[in-house]
C-alpha cells in the first residue's frame, strides 16, 4: 500500500496574524473588480517558514512552491519576512500548470512578482487575480521568451484548449493586457481545507 503523504504546510486563519500581516493580507476583505464589483479576498492561508522549505515542498511533479512565491520589494514589507503566507487556492493552480506544463513538453518559467501578490504589493491594481494565488505570468516556455505577439498567443492557445476555463490576458499595453509574458488565471477561487472550522454562525434551513 502507497504511503500516505500529508501536505506538510499549517493552515492558517489570515484574521488572528499580527495587525501588520492582517493590514497587508487584508483576509476576508474586499476589492473592487474592473466593473466595479466587490470580489471576497481569501481568509485562509498556508503557512511558509522558510525560503528553503518553500524551495523543498513540490505542488505539483513540476512546480515547486517558491515559484509562486518569489517576489521582491515591490511586496509589503511585513510579507517579505518569514513566516510567509499563500493562500490555498494555489494548489489548484499548480495542478493546473501541470497539465499545461505537460502539453507544451518543456520547462514553464514564471515571473518575479508573477505569482501571488498581497492587496499591498505595489503592483496590485483592483482585484487582481494575483491576490487569490490563481494567476501566473509566464516570461518563457523552454528557451522561448514570450515577448512578442505570436509568443504568447502561440501558448496561450495552448492553454485554452488544457486548462478548462482558464483566463488569458489579450495582447497590448493597456491594463489587462499584456505584450511581454503569458497571464494565466483560473478565476477568484477561494479554496478552505476541509479540516478548517469556520467561526461564523451557521445558518440552519428553513423546514417546509
Excluded at 509562486?68 to 494555489?90: G, N, Q, S
Excluded at 505577439?149 to 502561440?154: F, K, L, N, T
Aim: net charge negative; proline share 8%.
Amino acid at each position: 500500500m502507497a504511503e500516505r503523504r500529508q501536505f506538510p504546510l499549517r493552515v492558517v486563519d489570515g484574521r488572528r496574524l499580527d495587525p501588520a500581516k492582517r493590514a497587508a493580507l487584508a483576509p476576508g476583505g474586499y476589492l473592487p473588480d474592473g466593473a466595479g464589483q466587490r470580489r471576497e479576498l481569501p481568509r485562509y492561508f498556508y503557512e511558509i517558514p522558510s525560503w528553503q522549505a518553500a524551495r523543498e515542498l513540490e505542488l505539483s511533479p513540476h512546480f515547486a512552491l517558491w515559484e509562486f512565491i518569489h517576489t521582491d520589494v515591490r511586496e509589503a514589507e511585513a510579507l517579505r519576512i518569514f513566516p510567509r503566507y499563500v493562500p490555498c487556492a494555489v494548489t489548484l493552480l499548480a495542478a493546473c500548470l501541470e497539465r499545461f506544463r505537460e502539453a507544451v513538453g518543456s520547462f514553464v518559467h514564471i515571473a518575479a512578482n508573477g505569482g501571488y501578490r498581497s492587496p499591498a504589493h505595489a503592483l496590485t491594481v483592483r482585484a487582481s487575480l494575483h491576490c487569490w494565488g490563481t494567476a501566473v505570468d509566464i516570461y518563457r516556455i523552454g528557451d522561448t521568451y514570450l515577448d512578442t505577439p505570436e509568443s504568447i498567443e502561440q501558448f496561450a492557445d495552448v492553454a485554452r484548449a488544457t486548462i478548462p476555463g482558464v483566463y488569458v490576458h489579450p495582447i497590448g499595453h493597456g491594463p489587462g493586457e499584456s505584450d511581454d509574458h503569458l497571464h494565466l488565471d483560473i478565476g477568484y477561487v477561494i479554496s478552505v481545507p476541509r479540516d478548517v472550522r469556520v467561526d461564523v454562525p451557521i445558518l440552519h434551513e428553513a423546514t417546509v
